[in-house]
Structure formats: structure tokens, C-alpha cells
């Protein structure tokens, strides 16, 4: 009986394993049965060649048999599956007190299902599939494997999973005694059905049984079969190796630290290249807008709609198409980011908002300057004139004087509006750089930091487990 101390004891440490995947690895749900064990489930690896299939499948008939029972229709028709023109090519064979037979399609697979009412099921609570391919190995339920050898070789062999191997020799008539692990199936079930049939060959029943290894082999298997903590520990070691062995958890480490380290490289590579292309692109051209706009002709004469067609054409359309978005994009598309609709780096229509604010501001200015300076100025000089204190010369030196003043004074304002516009967008543009990298870094770190703990939780529970079983 499956010890329920010690699988209470590891039993959780499975489930936490088995948490770790949305697929569970190959046979650890047969694990997992060990809180309520069913019935074990032998594979039978029968060779594929005619000759190797015919002793193969005599091994599991010979192992059936019911020689004392008054009722041999079942066998009878048991011992032939292989002998019709469609045969099956896996066949599941389990206790039945009564004779049934059906067949249905698994996994793109033909399987025949047989309950036969015999003593050797249902005394050592087993069922066998026998197969001659191992490619549903994964998915077979079995527990264990019984592999036919024939010619010391079958190619189907399961490497992979608990496995008892009996090599086929039809020879061993010749050998007074069997050697080790071989057997001859066909002589046994020879000897099995004439015993059937006619009960005074006892003798040469019993004789045959122990030449052709037969009866030991059988002792062997109901041992194994008897010893059911025994077939757990084994699948449980080869469900634990497969795991380490499939998914080569170092590589996979590895790995991990790999993509972190080039993830964060390709992060700081873009935070340089958006850097860079702010100061080699986008500068200048705001730069050059800036020169455009330093003539008093323009700045007295350019109208709102007109300042904001030639913003548009020097600095919002180029902002729009930056290649540092178009980067940004494709860095949050392999970082699987879903979020790709992020915060602007600039914002265009608050870069067009400042510069109608600009404009608004500088004629505010100019009214002020013509007001508080020019005018003022101007009336002094006309008055000077016309009281006849001052010469026409002079006051018109004056007038002149404060035009010209207030025509510079309004120009380097009107620069240094311009250049507190263009620090301002430099200065936003570099800060939501620098924000959407730390954005990113935080983002693929909490990605990372869940498939490390994932990976650190897997890893340990196959320790904790491949210890205990040490």
C-alpha cells in the first residue's frame, strides 16, 4: 500500500509543482494520484516485427491465464487479438467479472479495451496497455513499463520512464536452465493451453513454466506489483529528471539573465538614441524656427494663424514623426507591454497652446513698449518742437531714439520668450525620455522579477523533492 505518511509529508510539494505550469509535465498527475491511488497501469512495449509481436504478445496472454477456470471462452478469444486482419495497434486490458471487449479512438489512436475476469488483475490491482509505439508515451497513464526485448534490441524502448526489460528468446528449449532476464512466451502459452485442455500434463506444464523462465518472471512482477511505494518513488524520480532534463532549468536561468541584461541594454540603447536625436534633430530645427522669427517685421506684423502655420511646419509636423516613438513602440511590442498608448513624449497641441500664448504675450509687450516708452518719447519731442524750446534736430533725435529703443527692447524680448519656449520643450522632451525609460526598466523588472520568483519557486521544489528522495 502507498505509504500515506510520506506522501502526506512531500505530497504538497507536488501540488506546488504542479501549480508552476498551466500544462502539468508528462506523468505528474499520476504523482499527484498518490493522495487516492487507483489501479497501476503497465505499459507493454511489444517489438514491431511480425516474429517479436507474436512472442510479445504471448507474454501478457500466458501472464492472463485462468487455467483452472471452467470457463475458457474469454481466453480463448483473448489470446487472438492479434490474429485478425485489423488488429489494433494498442490494446488496454483490465479486470472484468464478465468478458467485454470495445474499441474507441483516442488521440488519432485506434484503442481496444478488454475486461477479462482474470485472477491475476484483480488480485494485484493492475491494468496493462500493451502498445508497439511509444508516441502517447507522455500521455498513457502508465506507471511503469514492461519492455520486450527481442535480439537484446527494441528500438522502441522508453528511456525516459521506470522500466523492466525481458529480452524474448525462443531458444531457451535448448538451455537447461533460463539466464537471467530471458523468457520464452510462446512455449509458455503452449504449455499453458495444453494444461487447459488436458489436466494430466501437470508435469510437463510445471517443467515448462520454470525452463522458460516463465514462473520466475511472473514471481518478479507480482513482487514489483505488490510493492506499490516501490513504483511511486521510481515514477516520481523519472518525472522529477525528465523535468530537469526537458526543460534544462540551468540553461534556462541562463537564459533568463540573458534576456534581462539585453532587455536592459536595448532600454538604455533607445534612452541614448532619443537623447541623441534631440539634440542632432529636433534642436535645430526649433533653433532654426527661432532665427526665422527674429526680424521686427515679423514680429509686428505676423498674425496668430500665421505664426502657428509656420510652427507647424517647422516644429509640430517634424515632432509628430519622431523615430524615438516609432523606437519606443517596437521596444514595448518585444517587451509585450501592453500599455503601448503611454503618455506623449511631446505633447504637440500643448506645444502649439505655448506658442499662441507666446504671441499673445509679445503683443502685450509691444502695446506696453509703444505705450509706457515710444509714445511718450515721441509726444516730449513733438512738444519740444513745437514750443520752439527745443531744434527740430534734437526732438528728432529723440523721437529716434526712443522708436529704435523700443523696437530692440520688444526684439530681445521677444527672443527671449522664444528661447525660454525652446528650453521648455528641450527640457519636457528630455524629462518624459528620461520618465518613459524609467517606466520601461520598472515594467520589464516587474515581468522579470515574476518569472525569477517563478523559476526560484520551481527550482527549489525539485531540490526539496529530488533530496527527499535521495
Same mark, same amino acid.
Request: charge should be neutral; aromatic fraction near 10%; charged fraction near 25%.
Given at each position: 500500500?502507498?505509504?500515506?505518511?510520506v506522501?502526506?509529508?512531500?505530497?504538497?510539494?507536488?501540488?506546488?509543482l504542479?501549480?508552476?505550469?498551466?500544462?502539468?509535465p508528462?506523468?505528474?498527475?499520476?504523482?499527484?494520484q498518490g493522495?487516492?491511488p487507483?489501479?497501476?497501469?503497465?505499459?507493454?512495449?511489444?517489438?514491431?516485427?511480425?516474429?517479436?509481436?507474436?512472442?510479445?504478445?504471448?507474454?501478457?496472454?500466458?501472464?492472463?491465464?485462468?487455467v483452472?477456470?471452467?470457463?475458457?471462452?474469454?481466453?480463448?478469444i483473448?489470446?487472438?487479438?492479434?490474429l485478425q486482419?485489423?488488429? $489494433?495497434?494498442?490494446? %488496454?486490458?483490465?479486470?472484468? +467479472?464478465?468478458?467485454?471487449?470495445? @474499441?474507441?479512438?483516442l /488521440?488519432?489512436? =485506434?484503442?481496444?479495451?478488454?475486461?477479462?475476469?482474470?485472477p491475476?488483475?484483480?488480485?494485484?490491482?493492475?491494468?496493462?496497455?500493451?502498445?508497439?509505439?511509444?508516441d502517447?508515451?507522455?500521455?498513457d497513464?502508465?506507471?511503469?513499463?514492461?519492455?520486450?526485448?527481442?535480439?537484446?534490441?527494441?528500438p522502441s524502448?522508453?528511456?525516459?520512464?521506470p522500466?523492466v526489460?525481458?529480452?524474448?528468446?525462443?531458444?531457451?528449449?535448448?538451455?537447461?536452465l533460463?539466464?537471467?532476464?530471458?523468457?520464452? $512466451?510462446?512455449?509458455? %502459452?503452449?504449455?499453458?493451453c +495444453?494444461?487447459?485442455n488436458?489436466? @494430466?500434463?501437470?508435469? /510437463?506444464?510445471? =517443467?515448462?513454466?520454470?525452463?522458460?523462465?516463465?514462473a520466475?518472471?511472473?514471481r518478479?512482477?507480482?513482487?514489483?506489483?505488490?510493492?506499490?511505494?516501490?513504483?511511486f518513488r521510481?515514477?516520481q524520480?523519472s518525472?522529477?529528471g525528465?523535468?530537469?532534463?526537458?526543460?534544462?532549468?540551468?540553461?534556462?536561468?541562463?537564459?533568463?539573465?540573458?534576456?534581462?541584461?539585453?532587455?536592459?541594454?536595448?532600454?538604455?540603447?533607445?534612452?541614448?538614441?532619443?537623447?541623441?536625436?534631440?539634440?542632432?534633430?529636433?534642436?535645430?530645427?526649433l533653433?532654426?524656427f527661432?532665427?526665422?522669427?527674429?526680424?521686427?517685421?515679423?514680429?509686428?506684423s505676423?498674425?496668430?494663424?500665421?505664426?502657428q502655420?509656420?510652427?507647424?511646419n517647422m516644429?509640430?509636423?517634424p515632432?509628430?514623426?519622431?523615430q524615438?516613438?516609432?523606437?519606443?513602440n517596437?521596444?514595448?511590442?518585444?517587451?509585450?507591454?501592453?500599455?503601448?498608448?503611454?503618455?506623449?513624449?511631446?505633447?504637440?497641441q500643448?506645444?502649439?497652446?505655448?506658442?499662441?500664448?507666446?504671441?499673445?504675450?509679445?503683443?502685450k509687450?509691444?502695446?506696453?513698449?509703444?505705450?509706457?516708452?515710444?509714445?511718450?518719447?515721441?509726444?516730449?519731442?513733438?512738444?519740444?518742437?513745437?514750443?520752439?524750446?527745443?531744434s527740430?534736430?534734437?526732438?528728432?533725435?529723440?523721437?529716434?531714439?526712443?522708436?529704435?529703443?523700443?523696437?530692440?527692447?520688444?526684439?530681445?524680448?521677444?527672443?527671449?520668450?522664444?528661447?525660454?519656449?525652446v528650453?521648455?520643450?528641450?527640457?519636457?522632451?528630455?524629462?518624459?525620455?528620461?520618465?518613459e525609460?524609467?517606466?520601461?526598466?520598472?515594467?520589464?523588472?516587474?515581468?522579470?522579477?515574476?518569472?525569477?520568483?517563478?523559476?526560484?519557486?520551481?527550482?527549489?521544489?525539485?531540490?526539496?523533492?529530488?533530496?527527499?528522495?535521495?
Amino acid at each position: 500500500m502507498w505509504p500515506q505518511l510520506v506522501f502526506r509529508r512531500f505530497g504538497s510539494q507536488w501540488v506546488r509543482l504542479s501549480q508552476c505550469y498551466q500544462k502539468p509535465p508528462p506523468k505528474l498527475s499520476l504523482v499527484l494520484q498518490g493522495y487516492n491511488p487507483k489501479k497501476i497501469r503497465c505499459g507493454l512495449i511489444l517489438p514491431s516485427d511480425k516474429e517479436g509481436l507474436r512472442g510479445g504478445s504471448a507474454f501478457l496472454s500466458a501472464l492472463l491465464a485462468d487455467v483452472y477456470s471452467p470457463d475458457q471462452a474469454w481466453f480463448h478469444i483473448w489470446r487472438q487479438r492479434y490474429l485478425q486482419h485489423n488488429s $489494433p495497434s494498442t490494446i %488496454l486490458v483490465k479486470y472484468g +467479472n464478465v468478458f467485454d471487449k470495445h @474499441s474507441e479512438e483516442l /488521440e488519432s489512436t =485506434d484503442m481496444t479495451t478488454f475486461s477479462v475476469p482474470s485472477p491475476f488483475l484483480q488480485k494485484n490491482n493492475v491494468e496493462f496497455l500493451e502498445v508497439q509505439s511509444t508516441d502517447l508515451q507522455d500521455e498513457d497513464g502508465c506507471h511503469f513499463y514492461i519492455n520486450l526485448q527481442r535480439d537484446g534490441v527494441n528500438p522502441s524502448a522508453p528511456h525516459d520512464w521506470p522500466t523492466v526489460n525481458f529480452v524474448l528468446n525462443p531458444d531457451l528449449q535448448r538451455v537447461p536452465l533460463p539466464m537471467g532476464d530471458q523468457i520464452d $512466451p510462446q512455449w509458455a %502459452l503452449g504449455a499453458i493451453c +495444453n494444461f487447459i485442455n488436458d489436466k @494430466s500434463t501437470v508435469e /510437463e506444464y510445471l =517443467d515448462v513454466m520454470r525452463r522458460s523462465n516463465f514462473a520466475s518472471v511472473k514471481r518478479k512482477l507480482e513482487g514489483k506489483l505488490q510493492e506499490v511505494d516501490g513504483i511511486f518513488r521510481d515514477l516520481q524520480k523519472s518525472v522529477l529528471g525528465n523535468i530537469v532534463h526537458r526543460e534544462n532549468l540551468h540553461e534556462q536561468h541562463r537564459k533568463l539573465v540573458a534576456d534581462k541584461r539585453e532587455i536592459s541594454e536595448k532600454i538604455q540603447r533607445w534612452s541614448e538614441s532619443a537623447h541623441d536625436e534631440l539634440q542632432s534633430s529636433i534642436l535645430p530645427k526649433l533653433q532654426t524656427f527661432v532665427k526665422n522669427q527674429l526680424s521686427i517685421w515679423k514680429v509686428y506684423s505676423y498674425s496668430e494663424s500665421k505664426i502657428q502655420l509656420k510652427l507647424l511646419n517647422m516644429v509640430t509636423e517634424p515632432l509628430r514623426s519622431l523615430q524615438m516613438v516609432n523606437s519606443l513602440n517596437r521596444l514595448k511590442g518585444e517587451l509585450h507591454i501592453e500599455s503601448v498608448a503611454s503618455k506623449n513624449l511631446i505633447d504637440t497641441q500643448e506645444v502649439n497652446h505655448k506658442a499662441t500664448a507666446l504671441h499673445k504675450k509679445i503683443n502685450k509687450i509691444i502695446y506696453e513698449n509703444f505705450l509706457l516708452l515710444q509714445l511718450p518719447l515721441i509726444l516730449v519731442a513733438t512738444f519740444g518742437v513745437v514750443s520752439g524750446e527745443c531744434s527740430s534736430f534734437s526732438m528728432g533725435a529723440l523721437a529716434s531714439f526712443g522708436i529704435v529703443l523700443g523696437f530692440s527692447r520688444v526684439l530681445a524680448m521677444w527672443q527671449s520668450l522664444l528661447d525660454s519656449y525652446v528650453k521648455r520643450i528641450r527640457e519636457t522632451l528630455s524629462s518624459n525620455i528620461e520618465n518613459e525609460k524609467v517606466s520601461l526598466i520598472n515594467e520589464y523588472q516587474t515581468g522579470f522579477a515574476a518569472r525569477e520568483k517563478d523559476f526560484e519557486t520551481k527550482y527549489e521544489i525539485i531540490h526539496s523533492l529530488s533530496t527527499s528522495r535521495s
